[in-house]
């Protein structure tokens, strides 16, 4: 039986990349999946090629959740996705010296509002049946600093350990209803295009992205999907307020290459 049969699922900033992925292995596991994102445009047509629904949703925005509660009122799963790097929109700088206040307000209004506001939406969409899975996604970005992007460090690291408040509340409760967050290193999606072009120079480019990995390549948007499936399905019902790395080996340490 497929995993997540019977599963009403919402994930954020779906019609691309990780939410994308989370939201097509969502489906093949049987869920019902309502596909969210800022883009109508891309999110209806993500939604038409995996066969789920859709509705338009800005994070930020305490509205569009409560139009989301309106529509889903109950659900089972809720993948708190969306999230920007801020260099969507401003070239920077993002350092810690030079960043400017909006920049910085920016990035934290929809990494961090947005999923306060989402876990803030699954709790009310679980509580009744008094069960659930939350399922954040921060970033290595949230456990180590990086100095060149320091409010998107830093709003990772706040979703991580507002994951753990939330599992705590849900568990005081008696709901069970669990939150837990994953923390993808360098996962190949369109953010790295620009980066890694379709020249000659391509291999060259990705591996020397990737050279301090100890695995020595990107992860995959389906790998972190299929940990997300394991999160949301049964399979994880004694796992709340736990952080899982996707990131190859790389906070674990070095590893030589084989000799």
Request: glycine content about 10%; some cysteine; proline content about 5%.
């Amino acid at each position: 039986m497929p995993r997540l049969m019977g599963k009403t699922c919402v994930v954020t900033g779906a019609a691309r990349g990780i939410g994308r992925a989370i939201c097509e292995a969502f489906v093949r596991e049987g869920a019902e999946v309502i596909l969210t994102d800022i883009d109508r445009t891309a999110g209806e047509a993500a939604a038409t090629a995996l066969g789920c629904g859709f509705m338009p949703l800005d994070v930020r925005e305490e509205a569009d959740w409560a139009a989301l509660a309106r529509h889903v009122p109950v659900c089972d799963v809720v993948v708190n996705n969306a999230g920007i790097t801020g260099f969507e929109s401003s070239p920077g700088p993002h350092d810690p010296e030079n960043a400017s206040l909006a920049d910085w307000r920016a990035v934290h209004a929809t990494n961090l509002d947005g999923t306060f506001l989402g876990c803030r939406y699954a709790i009310g969409a679980m509580k009744a049946a008094g069960s659930g899975s939350i399922i954040n996604i921060s970033s290595r970005s949230g456990l180590v600093g990086i100095p060149g992007a320091a409010a998107y460090a830093s709003s990772k690291a706040a979703v991580r350990n507002h994951t753990k408040s939330v599992a705590l509340w849900c568990a005081q409760h008696g709901w069970r209803i669990r939150c837990n967050s994953l923390h993808p290193a360098a996962i190949l999606t369109e953010m790295w295009e620009p980066m890694l072009g379709q020249g000659p120079d391509r291999a060259e480019r990705m591996a020397a992205f990737v050279s301090d990995t100890p695995l020595r390549r990107f992860g995959t948007v389906e790998e972190v999907a299929s940990l997300a499936v394991m999160l949301a399905s049964d399979e994880a019902a004694y796992i709340t307020g736990a952080e899982f790395t996707i990131d190859g080996g790389l906070l674990a340490g070095s590893a030589t290459s084989p000799g």
